[in-house]
């Protein structure tokens, strides 16, 4: 079943009784208020009165409205004509003129009325043309766009005239053309009147036609290439959506990098430096963008490094480059290369320079008709460990590499040696450590492996043969430490245990003598030892080692027996050597024309020298020249870090310590300036030229590392430099011969 649904009256009602309820029963009810609803009380028929001529229609509209000027709605509206010959109404209200006169039309509904006075003209009485309405009253467009406008003709009693002609006409027709029905075309930027004239009436608007919006932008004029200081005036070709260009526009240039040329406002470019440029015009969102290379003129050539410094043995390479007005490389060629003394730097055809020899020279190159060259300077690099033996020295780079230097020949009486330069250790591999005689030398490789050069006439390079090898033997056995001496060699496995072999006139090898040994061959001893050093000069043939419980041990020829004729008393039975101290290092030499002078010394942990052997030169230290059997402390009270010891062809023997303030001490003898000070005077008794105490080699000089040969000496300072004096290991002739203080090895930067 429906609810109800409650009339305004039982609402009020209900909500009345709501809100009593809600006061207390003691309020009074009040009885419920009817509203009566608005009627028509009179029509209206709009327009009142028309003027027509006969077969024009009009429509007239009746509205109903309540005596309080309410409108409210009525049903069944009856239109009527006074004459149905002067004007006929519809029943919707559309009259219709049919011939002259004058009719009342009246609309009825609820018994009231609402009428309409209707004008019908004779035909020959035209109402003349008031004004002219154009909608819209102002038009904006864009160029290319295009609207059509409507004129309305009214006659002077406010008829809308529809058979009147009306003519279109446009006072600029450049920016807008109008057509014969009122079709407007926008042609150019700027304003113009449209105007449609009917009988001699005219009416105006204005229309304003702006540009329309950018649908396209290119980049016309632009080079693919543009030298230095040319110029190219690039176009901006801006269209809209139709295609047509649009001139009247605002372009923003852009290049990136900005740097290679020059921009105007106007596209203008001009090349400033080699590149490619990317050029951007800009039209509101719109970017277009062309690139363009800018080349330059070969100018110049370039070579770098300039100068290059280029180690001994070693390789680098140079780089040709041609430049341009602005000194940028240009990719021009290759270049072709040549050396003006190819003994000491030789240049391949892509530049790679091979330091042959210390030295200055020359290295050109040529690019088509450009031509530069360097100054290339073979060196030897700086060293960062020293090693001297016998007439020879040398020294390893931070990265293993090799070189050494031999004593100089003799020349005739008054003529200078020429001066010796590094040679590079040609082997396969970089060096830890390298050890050096009067006749051979051996290193251990980076690698672990030990090779040995040199004369090998008593098989002293261990490779089974007595055969000279001037190139890197390998001995195929694994040492720690490798010590060569004259004739012969020792080493030191990775455990400590001693092996030798070579020379073993004397038992040098500690194995029984006199037959030489081809091999690494085991020291007939289960000591296992630390260290171990050979006699590295002529007629040497000592060797001792330090064993892993720091006593000492010697075997071989004896140190310091004098013996008047015959040979030198010698064993290859390993002699421990009587002393109270302990030694961490030690450095033995032997040889000379008279056969068992030799002597040796030794550091103890705190520093503390010692020596023993020989001392008819004061190569011991200990102030006389008196032999000593047993080691004795060298004075001065001096703390070393090294000693190193050394005995010349003519039993002249001297030694250095390297003090803990880097300070090199020498003593012995000076025959050959070996302290560092001037030479014995010639004619002197060279044996009564020594020092039997320690002198300062070098105020100003201080050394990480320092090594004897038979005649000389060279330190190792702390920028990797070599310093080395007396007779051998370098000679130059600018500092005569020999060389009387420390002097810089020839060619080393």
């Given at each position: 079943m429906?609810?109800?649904?409650?009339?305004?009256?039982?609402?009020?009602m209900?909500?009345?009784?709501?809100?009593?309820?809600?006061?207390?029963?003691?309020?009074?009810?009040t009885?419920?208020?009817?509203?009566?609803?608005?009627?028509?009380?009179?029509i209206?028929v709009?327009?009142?009165?028309?003027?027509?001529?006969p077969g024009?229609?009009?429509?007239l509209?009746?509205?109903?409205?309540?005596?309080?000027?309410?409108?409210?709605?009525v049903?069944g509206l009856e239109?009527?004509?006074?004459?149905?010959?002067?004007?006929?109404?519809?029943?919707d209200?559309?009259v219709e003129?049919?011939?002259?006169?004058?009719?009342?039309?009246?609309?009825?509904?609820?018994?009231?009325?609402?009428?309409?006075?209707i004008l019908v003209?004779?035909?020959?009485?035209?109402?003349?043309?008031a004004?002219?309405?154009?909608e819209?009253?102002s038009?904006?467009?864009?160029?290319h766009q295009?609207?059509?406008?409507?004129a309305?003709?009214?006659?002077?009693h406010?008829?809308?005239?529809?058979d009147r002609?009306v003519?279109?006409?446009?006072?600029?027709?450049?920016?807008?053309?109008?057509?014969?029905?009122?079709?407007?075309a926008?042609?150019a930027?700027?304003?113009?009147?449209v105007?449609?004239?009917?009988d001699?009436?005219?009416?105006?608007?204005?229309?304003?036609?702006?540009?329309?919006?950018?649908?396209s932008?290119?980049?016309?004029?632009?080079?693919g290439?543009?030298?230095?200081?040319?110029?190219a005036?690039?176009?901006?070709?801006?269209?809209?959506?139709?295609?047509?260009?649009?001139?009247d526009?605002?372009v923003?240039?852009e290049?990136?990098?900005?740097e290679?040329?020059?921009?105007?406002?106007?596209?203008?470019?001009?090349g400033?430096?080699?590149?490619v440029v990317?050029?951007?015009a800009?039209?509101?969102a719109?970017?277009a963008?062309?690139?363009?290379?800018?080349?330059?003129?070969?100018t110049?050539?370039?070579?770098?490094?300039?100068p290059?410094n280029?180690?001994?043995?070693?390789?680098?390479?140079?780089?040709?480059?041609?430049?341009?007005?602005?000194g940028?490389?240009?990719e021009v060629?290759?270049?072709?290369?040549?050396s003006?003394?190819?003994?000491?730097?030789?240049?391949?055809?892509?530049?790679?320079v091979?330091?042959?020899?210390?030295?200055?020279?020359?290295?050109?190159?040529?690019v088509g008709?450009?031509?530069?060259?360097?100054?290339?300077?073979?060196v030897i690099?700086?060293?960062s460990?020293?090693?001297?033996?016998?007439?020879?020295?040398?020294?390893?780079?931070?990265?293993?590499?090799?070189?050494f230097?031999?004593?100089?020949?003799?020349?005739p009486?008054?003529q200078?040696?020429?001066?010796?330069?590094?040679?590079?250790?040609?082997?396969?591999?970089?060096?830890e450590?390298?050890?050096?005689?009067?006749?051979?030398a051996?290193?251990?490789?980076?690698?672990?492996?030990?090779?040995?050069?040199?004369d090998?006439?008593?098989?002293?390079?261990?490779?089974g043969?007595?055969?000279l090898?001037?190139?890197a033997?390998?001995?195929?056995?694994?040492f720690?430490?490798?010590?060569?001496?004259?004739?012969?060699t020792?080493?030191l496995?990775?455990?400590?245990g001693?092996?030798?072999?070579?020379?073993?006139?004397?038992?040098?090898?500690?194995?029984?003598?006199p037959?030489?040994?081809?091999?690494p061959?085991?020291?007939q001893?289960e000591?296992?030892f630390?260290?171990i050093?050979?006699?590295p000069?002529r007629?040497?043939?000592?060797t001792?080692?330090i064993a892993?419980?720091?006593?000492?041990?010697c075997?071989?020829?004896?140190?310091g027996?004098?013996?008047?004729e015959?040979?030198?008393?010698?064993?290859?039975?390993?002699t421990e050597?009587?002393?109270?101290?302990?030694?961490?290092?030690i450095?033995?030499s032997?040889g000379?024309?008279?056969?068992s002078?030799?002597?040796?010394?030794?550091?103890?942990?705190?520093?503390?020298?010692?020596?023993?052997?020989?001392?008819?030169t004061?190569q011991?230290g200990?102030g006389?020249?008196?032999?000593?059997?047993v080691?004795i402390?060298?004075?001065?009270?001096?703390?070393?870090?090294?000693?190193?010891t050394?005995?010349?062809?003519?039993?002249?023997g001297f030694?250095?310590?390297?003090?803990?303030?880097?300070?090199?001490?020498?003593?012995?003898?000076n025959?050959f300036?070996q302290?560092?000070?001037?030479?014995?005077?010639?004619?002197?008794?060279i044996?009564?030229?020594y020092?039997?105490?320690?002198?300062l080699?070098?105020?100003?000089?201080?050394?990480?590392?320092?090594?004897?040969?038979?005649?000389?000496?060279?330190?190792?300072?702390?920028?990797?430099?070599?310093?080395?004096?007396?007779?051998?290991?370098?000679g130059?002739?600018?500092?005569g011969?020999p060389?009387?203080?420390?002097t810089?090895?020839?060619?080393?930067?």
């Open positions: 429906a609810r109800p649904i409650a009339t305004p009256t039982r609402l009020l209900v909500g009345t009784l709501a809100f009593c309820l809600a006061c207390g029963a003691s309020l009074p009810v009885p419920p208020v009817e509203v009566e609803p608005e009627v028509a009380a009179s209206r709009e327009p009142q009165s028309i003027r027509l001529h024009e229609v009009a429509q509209r009746a509205t109903a409205w309540s005596e309080s000027g309410l409108q409210v709605a049903e239109w009527s004509s006074s004459s149905s010959d002067v004007a006929a109404v519809s029943s209200g559309l003129a049919i011939s002259p006169g004058e009719v009342v039309v009246s609309v009825r509904a609820d018994g009231i009325e609402g009428t309409s006075q003209l004779p035909i020959d009485e035209v109402e003349k043309v004004r002219i309405t154009i819209p009253d038009l904006a467009l864009l160029v295009g609207r059509r406008l409507q309305t003709v009214l006659g002077e406010g008829n809308v005239l529809e002609e003519e279109w006409t446009s006072d600029t027709p450049e920016v807008a053309t109008v057509s014969s029905d009122g079709l407007v926008a042609k930027i700027g304003r113009a009147n105007t449609a004239t009917s001699g009436v005219s009416s105006s608007i204005q229309v304003e036609v702006t540009p329309p919006p950018a649908a932008i290119r980049i016309e004029g632009a080079p290439e543009l030298f230095i200081g040319e110029g005036q690039l176009v901006a070709r801006v269209t809209d959506a139709w295609g047509a260009p649009i001139v526009t605002s923003t240039w290049a990136s990098p900005p290679l040329i020059a921009l105007s406002m106007t596209g203008m470019v001009t400033r430096q080699a590149g990317t050029v951007f800009r039209v509101e719109l970017e963008l062309v690139r363009i290379r800018i080349s330059g003129h070969s110049s050539l370039e070579l770098k490094p300039n290059l280029v180690d001994l043995g070693d390789k680098d390479r140079l780089r040709a480059t041609v430049l341009d007005e602005n940028a490389p240009m060629g290759e270049a072709t290369f040549h003006s003394d190819p003994e000491i730097a030789a240049v391949l055809d892509d530049g790679t091979f330091g042959r020899k210390v030295g200055t020279t020359s290295i050109s190159a040529t008709p450009l031509e530069t060259h360097v100054q290339v300077h073979v690099p700086r060293m460990k020293l090693f001297v033996g016998g007439n020879t020295a040398g020294g390893l780079t931070a990265d293993g590499r090799a070189y230097w031999r004593a100089p020949l003799p020349t009486d008054g200078e040696p020429q001066p010796q330069t590094a040679v590079p250790f040609l082997a396969p591999d970089r060096f450590s390298l050890s050096f005689s009067d006749s051979h051996c290193g251990i490789t980076t690698s672990g492996e030990t090779i040995c050069t040199g090998n006439d008593w098989g002293q390079l261990g490779n043969t007595r055969d090898s001037l190139d033997v390998s001995l195929g056995f694994r720690i430490s490798v010590s060569a001496g004259y004739g012969y020792c080493a496995d990775p455990v400590g001693a092996f030798c072999w070579g020379n073993n006139l004397r038992g040098q090898l500690g194995i029984k003598p037959d030489p040994v081809l091999e061959t085991p020291v001893t000591l296992l630390h260290q050093s050979t006699s000069s007629v040497g043939g000592t001792c080692g892993l419980d720091e006593r000492t041990y075997w071989g020829r004896e140190l027996d004098p013996v008047d015959g040979p030198p008393p010698s064993s290859s039975a390993l050597v009587q002393s109270g101290e302990t030694f961490v290092e450095s033995a032997t000379g024309a008279i056969g002078l030799g002597h040796a010394c030794a550091l103890t942990s705190e520093g503390d020298g010692y020596c023993w052997g020989s001392n008819i004061g011991l200990n006389t020249s008196e032999t000593s059997s080691p402390p060298v004075e001065g009270g001096h703390v070393f870090t090294r000693v190193k050394a005995v010349s062809l003519g039993s002249l030694s250095c310590g390297l003090a803990e303030d880097a300070r090199a001490w020498c003593w012995g003898s025959a300036a302290l560092g000070k001037e030479a014995c005077p010639h004619g002197n008794d044996f009564l030229c020092e039997s105490t320690p002198i080699l070098s105020e100003q000089l201080r050394f990480v590392d320092i090594g004897l040969g038979s005649q000389s000496g060279c330190g190792l300072d702390y920028e990797g430099r070599v310093y080395c004096w007396g007779y051998g290991a370098v130059r002739r600018s500092q011969y060389l009387e203080v420390p810089q090895i020839a060619g080393q930067e």
